[in-house]
């Protein structure tokens, strides 16, 4: 929706009319000169970043692979595409391709893919198209007994779960999104979820912590549910590896807010960025905000605040062995791995609902950026603007009456 300039002239006189006549009209003028305007930038933004999805399952196989399924998201833009690839051959693993060709495709050969002992088994052609490549990879689920209630893992760890030996489900599709679960051979019951979802534009998620997310991004959410903990105040951690060619995801930045609109009480932002020669200019990134959440509904009194630990240098070929889509695609991975430690030190522990959730997003060049919504904005102009200009009027009435006062000399 496109508003012409004719109609905001005539917005805008009718405003002023209206504020000769009374300066009670002055908060609701402001209020519909701001969400006129705000439609319009909403309206153009929304026609500028849009990509063409499409969905295929283990594509150029004919039958269902046996070590588990390989899922391709291709994003096409006007003169680049964005290949997603979500893999559960070994530890579940997210890599993202960027090409500047709008007719790159991924290429499978399925008897080495499946065997998992040769990298090149899966590539994006053309190879001379590739501008970035970055993959996460789910490797451990660490648990441990946190028996003095100071959310330090750093001993009393019980023996990790390797998530390459996990059980998995076959991906199950539903739109742009798709859902794999799994579950150790000890687990009693219950499953660690991962579900992908990839956008066509910019928006929210409509259950918190509503990331911000754009076209050139996609977004995982991960959950355990129902897992026996091994002891009643047990706590998880969840290692991640990214891995990538020259330039890896290698440093966490956290960015501060003073708006928590969109995530309650969260006023933190962390991203984990990839750039030539730690430069300013980021190449590709993993951004979360640091809460999970206790309840598969998340509110507020469900939040969990989570840390990270720095990233450190890992073997490239151990993540290759557990990650098929990694020994398939990178020759040479450079790898840095991480924890995120879901709790703190007073917090609920696992067992009080044997659940989280965890949120992040993986896109290729620089993160959304959150900021204020029309209506924050809306509320601030209201609450700032209406008393400056009361002033602004009361003191022009004040001037026109000293100048149409009249005194009578005296004799």
Excluded at 119 to 137: D, F, H, Q, T
Excluded at 356 to 370: C, H, I, K, N, R
Aim: net charge neutral; aromatic share 10%.
């Amino acid at each position: 929706m496109i508003l012409s300039c004719d109609l905001l002239r005539w917005v805008t006189a009718k405003m002023a009319a209206t504020a000769k006549r009374r300066s009670c009209g002055v908060s609701s003028s402001l209020v519909f000169l701001f969400s006129v305007f705000s439609l319009c930038q909403s309206s153009f933004s929304g026609e500028t970043s849009r990509r063409n999805l499409t969905v295929e399952l283990n594509p150029g196989s004919s039958s269902s692979p046996s070590g588990g399924d390989l899922l391709h998201v291709r994003a096409v833009g006007v003169n680049d595409t964005l290949h997603f690839l979500f893999c559960s051959q070994g530890a579940p693993t997210l890599l993202l391709v960027h090409t500047n060709s709008s007719s790159s495709t991924v290429e499978v050969n399925w008897p080495q893919f499946e065997a998992r002992n040769i990298s090149g088994s899966l590539k994006v052609e053309p190879a001379s198209s590739i501008l970035y490549s970055s993959a996460v990879v789910f490797s451990r689920l660490l648990e441990y007994d946190d028996m003095n209630d100071t959310a330090d893992p750093t001993s009393d760890l019980f023996p990790p779960y390797e998530l390459q030996d996990f059980t998995w489900s076959r991906l199950n599709l539903s739109g742009l999104s798709a859902l794999l679960c799994g579950a150790a051979k000890t687990f009693s019951n219950g499953s660690l979820c991962l579900q992908l979802s990839a956008f066509e534009s910019e928006g929210r998620d409509q259950s918190w912590p509503r990331l911000l997310h754009t076209a050139n991004s996609s977004q995982l959410r991960v959950w355990l549910d129902g897992v026996s903990p091994r002891a009643t105040r047990s706590r998880f951690l969840l290692e991640l590896q990214a891995v990538g060619g020259t330039y890896p995801l290698s440093r966490v930045e956290v960015h501060r807010s003073i708006d928590d609109e969109f995530t309650p009480s969260i006023f933190k932002v962390s991203q984990w960025v990839s750039s030539v020669n730690s430069s300013s200019d980021v190449l590709g990134f993993l951004q979360w905000k640091p809460v999970s959440y206790r309840r598969s509904d998340p509110a507020l009194e469900f939040a969990t605040p989570c840390r990270h630990s720095d990233p450190q240098p890992q073997s490239g070929e151990e993540v290759a062995a557990a990650s098929g889509l990694i020994r398939a695609f990178y020759a040479e991975p450079q790898t840095f791995g991480l924890n995120v430690s879901f709790g703190l030190a007073g917090e609920p522990f696992y067992n009080s609902t044997k659940f989280f959730s965890w949120t992040v997003l993986l896109g290729a060049g620089s993160p959304p950026v959150d900021s204020f919504s029309p209506l924050v904005l809306a509320v601030m102009a209201v609450g700032l603007g209406t008393p400056m200009i009361l002033l602004l009027l009361g003191g022009v009435c004040v001037c026109v009456r000293k100048r149409a006062t009249v005194y009578e000399p005296i004799n």
